[in-house]
Nanobody, 125 residues
Framework: VQLQASGGGSVQAGGSLRLSCAAS????????IGWFRQAPGNERERVSC????????YYADSVQGRFTISRDNAKNTVSLQMHNLKPEDTAKYYC???????????????????WGQGTQVTVSS
């Protein structure tokens, strides 16, 4: 499975960005895709995930109500719509697949098997 993340960029606080993760190499598509992010000097943290089989989603408390994850199974693509961005959202965002994803929780990074290359999001105040 190959994952290609895109859509990062630079915005001012309060702005919006939409990230996409395109999956290839799997005839049935990944069971779940998650987004992680890592700011310089920080550990990689969980952001959101979607279970592509049942549509259930998870959001970290820090992004709940501002970010929306969605899927297009026909295109094997998952998007992360980010609104009301804050400077603390600045990080490199990675999509990953085949890890645990339920409404209540998202598996940590070591539980995800395949990773995209990351896309930078920079939010200025």
């Amino acid at each position: 499975v190959q994952l290609q993340a895109s859509g990062g960029g630079s915005v001012q606080a309060g702005g919006s960005l939409r990230l996409s993760c395109a999956a290839s190499g799997s005839s049935s598509g990944p069971d779940a895709i998650g987004w992680f992010r890592q700011a310089p000097g920080n550990e990689r943290e969980r952001v959101s995930c979607i279970n592509n089989r049942n549509g259930r989603t998870y959001y970290a408390d820090s992004v709940q109500g501002r970010f929306t994850i969605s899927r297009d199974n026909a295109k094997n693509t998952v998007s992360l719509q980010m609104h009301n961005l804050k400077p603390e959202d600045t990080a490199k965002y990675y999509c990953a697949s085949e890890g645990p994803c339920t409404t209540a929780s998202m598996g940590p990074e070591h539980t995800y098997t395949y990773w995209g290359q990351g896309t930078q999001v920079t939010v200025s105040s």
